[in-house]
T-cell receptor, first 111, second 114 residues
Framework: GENVEQHPSTLSVQEGDSAVIKCTYS??????FPWYKQELGKRPQLIID?????GEKKDQRIAVTLNKTAKHFSLHITETQPEDSAVYFC??????????FGKGTMLLVSP | KAGVTQTPRYLIKTRGQQVTLSCSPI?????VSWYQQTPGQGLQFLFE???????NKGNFPGRFSGRQFSNSRSEMNVSTLELGDSALYLC?????????????FGEGSRLTVL
């Protein structure tokens, strides 16, 4: 089955800095890679996703890049704000709708 | 449109008991997945149902089971509870029958096993 590794497990940045979270996956057949944000005590919510036919996707301050050859994808957050503090999960799809998640990155943005 | 609804939100059980959790997906969504979330292991896939059929199953013991009804509502059951089953159980629904669709999560059912 699919295996997703995510790094780092915690990331502390100052407000205004950029943050980068990296993930690798094992199944070359995976073709969909979403990122979820989970604030404390809340449900995970999709913030951005990328499909295997695209190398990069941006949405305001967040972007995701995908390298299919190396089987890794990354989340980039620019101009971080305190409200970006949360746990971020990367995932890769397996089969029809099964997502295999990384273990998460706790992002702390200090004012 | 109402979101994914899970009941109960919190429950406390003792070892050896069994528990049933319920999930109502977003109207029109036919795929329902269940995940177990724990601090050390993150989100781990339990199973996925589509049109009342289990389409995929994660690496959990047979004590964990589920089903889906004709209205797409789903239940999961854990029998003979163990302390290690304490976790947040998240249900997610999707509209995509063939995959690569966004998963919409419920608030979860937090199970504590004493």
């Amino acid at each position: 089955g699919e295996n997703v590794e995510q790094h780092p497990s915690t990331l502390s940045v100052q407000e205004g800095d950029s943050a980068v979270i990296k993930c690798t996956y094992s199944d070359s057949a995976s073709n969909y890679f979403p990122w979820y944000k989970q604030e404390l005590g809340k449900r995970p919510q999709l913030i951005i996703d990328i499909r295997s036919n695209v190398g990069e996707k941006k949405d305001q301050r967040i972007a995701v890049t995908l390298n299919k050859t190396a089987k890794h994808f990354s989340l980039h957050i620019t101009e971080t704000q305190p409200e970006d503090s949360a746990v971020y999960f990367c995932a890769a799809i397996e089969g029809y709708s099964t997502l295999t998640f990384g273990k998460g990155t706790m992002l702390l943005v200090s004012p | 449109k109402a979101g994914v609804t899970q009941t109960p939100r919190y429950l406390i059980k003792t070892r050896g008991q069994q528990v049933t959790l319920s999930c109502s997906p977003i109207s029109g969504h036919r795929s329902v997945s269940w995940y177990q979330q724990t601090p050390g292991q993150g989100l781990q896939f339990l199973f996925e149902y589509f049109s009342e059929t289990q389409r995929n199953k994660g690496n959990f013991p047979g004590r964990f089971s589920g089903r889906q009804f004709s209205n797409s509502r789903s239940e999961m059951n854990v029998s003979t509870l163990e302390l290690g089953d304490s976790a947040l159980y998240l249900c997610a629904s999707s509209s995509a029958g063939e995959g690569t669709g966004e998963l919409f999560f419920g608030e979860g059912s937090r199970l504590t096993v004493l």
